[in-house]
């Protein structure tokens, strides 16, 4: 069992980074890898090195934390995640997560290869998370509360950030991007959805669906930090197309859609930083 709490992993990271403190963490998703090395004055340190933090075994995830500047504005990437169908403990998601916030993250953007459930929604897509419906049928705050983190029952209203959401929009706008926004659904996997549970899904109110994010979300809101949540559609979901869905063509897909979505987030994390730091000053007078 893994025991090792983030104040280990948090402490081994401080050492390394030395002054260099971030705001803003930033999770890549399935064949997202690239913007990780868009990163200024990197530093790298493998998921192994650090305490607590998992090695992901997934193929399009790698395991490093990077600590750079991206358009001046420092952050915490984790470059790879781990999920639940790996069978792993929830230390495994949550861990990573609560560190990224011990190291002084406020706020948290997370990104993911999504299947659509809208016809108007397509392959190569970016779609911003509004809201989740967990069909994973776990949570990894299961078990006793880190009261230090948050409560026994958190909220989960308002879980994805509409200032921040605002803010994605109108950047996706001014760089010609097309985004919409929808419900994610997220299932346990590994396998693909059948036909059947796709049609479900529609009446349940999905509008995209994926394997990852909602239980990452939960930690990290549980922690209290803002979340931005950006889906890019790799595939419509089954039984909406003839395509016959593998993990090569997820990938591929993410990773053409993955100049966008780089594009986006660069523009975009000086204004949530910015937003973030007028809330704090807010708060001080
Ligand atoms: N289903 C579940 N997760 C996914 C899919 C899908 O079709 N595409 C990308 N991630």
Redesign the pocket.
């Known amino acids: 069992m893994n025991i090792t709490s983030p104040h280990q992993a948090a402490e081994l990271i401080k050492k390394r980074a030395g002054k260099f403190s971030p705001q803003l963490a930033l999770v890549l998703g399935?064949g997202l890898n690239k913007l990780a090395d868009m990163l200024n004055n990197p530093i790298v340190i493998p998921y192994s090195e650090i305490p607590g933090f998992s090695d992901t075994s997934v193929a399009g995830h790698q395991g490093n934390l990077i600590l750079g500047l991206l358009n001046g504005v420092p952050i915490a990437c984790l470059q790879g995640r781990s999920h639940s169908y790996e069978g792993k403990n929830s230390a495994a998601i949550s861990t990573p997560i609560r560190t990224l916030k011990l190291l002084g993250c406020e706020s948290i953007i997370l990104t993911?290869?999504?299947?659509s459930l809208r016809k108007e929604v397509t392959p190569g897509n970016l779609v911003l998370i509004s809201d989740h419906i967990n069909f994973q049928f776990q949570n990894p705050l299961v078990g006793a509360n880190d009261d230090s983190f948050g409560p026994r029952f958190p909220s989960l209203q308002n879980a994805y950030d509409s200032e921040f959401m605002e803010i994605a929009s109108q950047t996706a706008s001014e760089l010609n991007i097309n985004i919409s926004t929808g419900v994610y659904l997220a299932?346990l996997?590994p396998c693909?959805?059948t036909p059947a549970e796709i049609r479900a899904f529609k009446i349940m109110g999905a509008d995209m669906?994926?394997?990852s994010t909602v239980p990452e979300v939960i930690i990290a809101r549980h922690c209290n930090m803002k979340v931005l949540a950006i889906s890019t559609i790799?595939?419509m979901?089954?039984g909406m197309s003839d395509e016959f869905?593998t993990h090569e063509n997820?990938l591929r897909v993410a990773k053409m859609a993955a100049e966008d979505l780089s594009q986006l987030i660069i523009a975009l994390i000086n204004k949530i930083t910015v937003s973030n730091r007028q809330v704090d000053s807010d708060v001080c007078t």
Not at 112 to 115: E, G, R
């Open positions: 399935s993911n290869a999504a299947a299932t996997g693909y959805e669906v994926g394997m790799t595939n979901a089954v869905l997820v």
